[in-house]
């Protein structure tokens, strides 16, 4: 599992050091993700559940997910973004129920962002795929300076992970076409003191 280290850079300057400029990093965490993790077939005889990046060389058990940290080191987010498409195919003869979940978890929940405890989930989307059929799992989430969700990021970093689930008789294929995140720290923060 690599580690991310998420780079702010300085999206809009309105005024030197003033409370309105923000700091904004994308980061592609898809890029980090392994190849033979990217895309893959779930056999379903009754159902399965892969978690999606891979900490612990399982993709079939909950674990850590990726860990993010960021440089700077912030105490406080003003803003978070993220934007998954998961591609998923029917390759069997009957239809599936897909879906997908996205949890963000402290960089302490290192064992399981998928429990509840240190971590949330913040967007799911389920679809009923027929047999034959391609249809896209997007999971969107934008969460802005209020939402205590934002608790969970802290100067330690975070986590942020996937889990994909599929239930039915059949087989199915997933590809991971999209997995990004967009953060915002205001330059005020920055500041000793402030
Ligand atoms: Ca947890």
Same mark, same amino acid.
């Given at each position: 599992m690599k580690r991310i280290t998420a780079l702010l850079t300085l999206?809009?300057?309105?005024?030197?050091?003033? /409370? @309105?400029t923000v700091l904004v990093a994308d980061v592609d965490v898809l890029s980090f993700v392994d190849s033979s993790e990217v895309e893959g077939d779930l056999a379903v005889p009754g159902s399965i559940d892969v978690y999606v990046p !891979? /900490?612990?060389?399982?993709?079939?058990t909950p674990d850590g997910g990726q860990l993010v940290t960021q440089a700077?080191?912030? !105490? @406080?987010?003003s803003g978070f973004a993220a934007r998954i498409a998961v591609e998923v195919r029917n390759d069997g003869a009957t239809d599936l129920s897909v879906s997908g979940a996205f949890h963000l978890a402290a /960089?302490?929940?290192?064992?399981?962002?998928?429990?509840g405890t240190d971590d949330l989930k913040l967007a799911e989307v389920e679809l009923t795929l027929p047999a034959g059929a391609t249809q896209t799992l997007e999971l969107n989430v934008e969460l802005d300076?209020? !939402?205590? /969700?934002? !608790?969970?990021?802290s100067a330690d970093g975070f986590r942020v992970g996937m889990a994909i689930h599929a239930s039915g008789n059949g087989q199915a294929h997933y590809r991971i076409a999209a997995f990004s995140l967009v953060l915002k720290a205001r330059a005020f923060d920055l500041l000793p003191g402030n």
């Open positions: 999206a809009v300057l309105l005024a030197a050091c003033s /409370a @309105r !891979d /900490a612990d060389d399982n993709l079939i700077p080191l912030l !105490d @406080r987010m /960089a302490s929940d290192s064992a399981n962002i998928y429990d300076e209020d !939402d205590p /969700a934002l !608790d969970l990021l």
